[in-house]
T-cell receptor, first 113, second 113 residues
Framework: GNSVTQMEGPVTLSEEAFLTINCTYT??????LFWYVQYPGEGLQLLLK?????DKGSNKGFEATYRKETTSFHLEKGSVQVSDSAVYFC????????????FGTGTKLQVIP | SAVISQKPSRDICQRGTSLTIQCQVD?????MFWYRQQPGQSLTLIAT?????????ESGFVIDKFPISRPNLTFSTLTVSNMSPEDSSIYLC??????????FGEGSRLTVL
């Protein structure tokens, strides 16, 4: 079946540090890949997505590249801010009529001033 | 995009009681989804609610425990029945517009004493 594996958190960084959150996946066919973010006290919202190999999704300074050869979709940001503190979920959708979404376990990021 | 409103945003309930969570979407959608997010964990799909038909439940979830209504294309309810402390979770309503791309409500945080 489909699965998503994320690096465990929490991740604590100082403001302006470089961020990488690793994500690898297992899926049949050609999945679409997503990063969702959940700010404290809020629901999830889509951060970025990539629908085919070598695509790069980007939003709010975050980037992730769909790497089919390594089945990875690592999230990166060059300079994090305190406001980026949140839980980040990697996810994929593959197969099925509406392309059921499978989530990773989430990685909590805390950015300190 | 879609705007999703959930009620209640949070509640504290007694063991053995039931609670109904409402989800309202600002546009007509074919499929609505109910997820559970247990403390510190990822999202688990409870069921898919289609208008005009019975909800489809995922493995480990049953209609007697989580009855769902979907009376029209913009509204759904999830009831958590005969609650126990293990049901303490955030319950999230979501819809899909583009394949695999989910929009979430802010969630209903349920605490069962």
């Amino acid at each position: 079946g489909n699965s998503v594996t994320q690096m465990e958190g929490p991740v604590t960084l100082s403001e302006e540090a470089f961020l990488t959150i690793n994500c690898t996946y297992t899926a049949t066919g050609y999945p679409s890949l997503f990063w969702y973010v959940q700010y404290p006290g809020e629901g999830l919202q889509l951060l970025l997505k990539a629908t085919k190999a070598d695509d790069k999704g980007s939003n709010k300074g975050f980037e992730a590249t769909y790497r089919k050869e390594t089945t990875s979709f690592h999230l990166e940001k060059g300079s994090v801010q305190v406001s980026d503190s949140a839980v980040y979920f990697c996810a994929l959708s593959a197969g099925g009529g509406y392309q059921k979404v499978t989530f990773g376990t989430g990685t909590k990021l805390q950015v300190i001033p | 995009s879609a705007v999703i409103s959930q009620k209640p945003s949070r509640d504290i309930c007694q063991r053995g009681t039931s609670l109904t969570i409402q989800c309202q979407v600002d546009s007509q959608v074919t499929m609505m989804f109910w997820y559970r997010q247990q403390p510190g964990q990822s999202l688990t799909l409870i069921a898919t609610a289609n208008q005009g038909s019975e909800a489809t439940y995922e493995s480990g979830f049953v209609i007697d425990k989580f009855p769902i209504s979907r009376p029209n294309l913009t509204f759904s309810t999830l009831t958590v029945s005969n609650m126990s402390p293990e049901d303490s979770s955030i319950y999230l309503c979501s819809v899909v517009l583009d394949p695999g791309e989910l929009f979430f409500g802010e969630g209903s945080r349920l605490t069962v004493l």
